[in-house]
């Protein structure tokens, strides 16, 4: 793909769209931000579909499938497809940003230096791709049944590689359904028939379609020139069917005879005389070049691409210090969750802490938190009342042991009973307290307990017990009656 011009921003659910970066015969790559809640935020890579593959049903219905089984692949060189967008009739597939260039451009860049890339960086960064084609292989759906995913559009353009040295597999998906259209319309081989494998041009795809893909990158990486080239598309195909393959050593002396074996067992025209497996020619290539460390290959990389990745950085700052003026999905749909409460609205009693925690439906709570506080303050009044009770109850017992009046009104016509001759003899009363009856007293009781405190001298007569007076029903208590009435 080739750099583009900056694009108007555009708010796709909850991502940001901004600047393009890329554009090819498929799509266009641009910047892209993910605006979380609670602040989080991530910068992303979103592909946009040209809009004649956008309004092919059955295209579409075939990406995404493809998207669904990308999903399934999980390895660090192969670039995670993290979502599918469908707006406004047009597709857009997220990725995983990385910061890094194309293969295509870093062989490009070093040929206008005049220079090749190293061998061992050539080798390690294609071992790198391999094993990611062989993760896509051996990928399997939720049961266990295998995928059958091939790649079928391996090509410099599709390899990314990090400044943190690791090679990664692109368009995963994309690629295979891209392929389906390509047999179809006119000029889409353009650019791509010179990876393709001779099986691959007559509709035979399979694991070593992919490896013959990455055996012709390898051999241009080595060289930094084209394998297949030529006038037109028929004449590319004429070259990829019938034309001789030298080894990379004849354009490049001095590489290992072992790396020029491998090569050109991975550019067989027959299928079965290639590697078995992606793994397999990984290892054979590790074996021909010892691996050199990442953190080498992502100094090169910035080294060869830096007027671009400095430019690219630059845009992402940008991008990222103005990323909070979009709000997240929800805040967008409704204003006012997001906005501060007036001071004067802000709930200050207890009960409304439902209405701190939900900005959606702030009346519910609040209605269930003073029906709570009305229970409360009843529940609180009914044990006032019960404790009261029990407090005159035991003020009976105690003026009946001591002599004083009975605390309750009985018949004169009722004999006192007679006591036993093991009751102690009568105590003089208690002093009467001079604290005030509590408002929760029994209402009914509180003429006895004044005429029992109004008498200071112990009679001369027998004490008489008098059974005590019922107690009113709860219905007539005054603390009830205002407790659990709802008028508030």
Request: hydrophobic share 45%.
């Amino acid at each position: 793909m080739e750099p583009v011009s900056p694009s108007p921003i555009r708010v796709l659910g909850r991502y940001a769209l901004h600047d393009a970066i890329a554009s090819g015969g498929m799509a266009t790559v641009h910047l892209g931000r993910l605006i979380g809640h609670v602040g989080f935020e991530r910068t992303v890579a979103i592909k946009r579909l040209h809009p004649q593959f956008a309004q092919d049903p059955e295209f579409v219905s075939m990406f995404l499938d493809e998207a669904r089984v990308v999903g399934r692949i999980r390895h660090p060189n192969v670039v995670p497809t993290l979502d599918v967008v469908a707006v406004g009739g047009e597709l857009f597939i997220v990725m995983e940003y990385v910061q890094g260039e194309s293969l295509a451009r870093l062989i490009k860049a070093s040929v206008a230096h005049g220079s090749r890339i190293p061998p061992p960086f050539v080798a390690t960064m294609l071992s790198g791709v391999l094993h990611g084609l062989h993760a896509a292989h051996e990928a399997r759906n939720e049961r266990g049944e295998p995928l059958g995913v091939v790649h079928r559009d391996v090509s410099p353009q599709n390899i990314l590689v990090g400044i943190d040295g690791v090679a990664r597999v692109l368009d995963f998906g994309v690629a295979k359904a891209a392929g389906r259209i390509q047999t179809t319309r006119e000029g889409q081989l353009k650019g791509k028939l010179a990876y393709m494998a001779p099986e691959q041009i007559s509709g035979v795809v399979g694991r070593g379609t992919d490896i013959y893909a990455a055996s012709v990158v390898l051999w241009e990486a080595l060289t930094g020139k084209r394998l297949f080239s030529g006038d037109n598309d028929a004449h590319v195909m004429k070259l990829v069917l019938e034309g001789h393959i030298v080894p990379p050593s004849e354009i490049v002396p001095d590489l290992p005879p072992a790396l020029d074996a491998l090569t050109l067992r991975g550019l067989s025209r027959e299928p079965e005389a290639r590697f078995p497996t992606a793994k397999d020619m990984a290892h054979a290539l590790e074996e021909a070049i010892a691996p050199v460390a990442p953190s080498k290959i992502g100094a090169w990389v910035e080294a060869t691409a830096s007027k671009t990745l400095h430019d690219r950085n630059e845009r992402i700052a940008a991008i990222e210090s103005n990323s909070s003026i979009y709000a997240p999905p929800a805040a967008r749909a409704e204003p006012a969750t997001v906005a501060s409460p007036p001071a004067a609205a802000v709930p200050r009693a207890a009960d409304d802490v439902h209405t701190q925690l939900s900005s959606s439906s702030a009346a519910t709570p609040v209605r269930a938190s003073r029906v709570a506080s009305r229970r409360a303050r009843t529940t609180f009044l009914v044990v006032a009342a019960g404790a009261s009770a029990l407090a005159l109850a035991l003020v009976v017992a105690f003026t009946m042991r001591g002599g004083s009046p009975s605390v309750s009104a009985a018949p004169a016509d009722v004999p006192a009973p007679a006591l036993p001759a093991s009751t102690p003899p009568a105590l003089p009363a208690p002093e009467p307290t001079a604290s005030p009856p509590t408002p929760e007293a029994n209402a009914s009781a509180a003429p006895s307990v004044a005429a029992a405190a109004a008498s200071t001298a112990p009679r001369t007569s027998p004490r008489h017990s008098h059974p005590p007076s019922a107690r009113p029903p709860a219905s007539h208590h005054p603390g009830l009656d205002d407790g659990t009435s709802d008028r508030k």
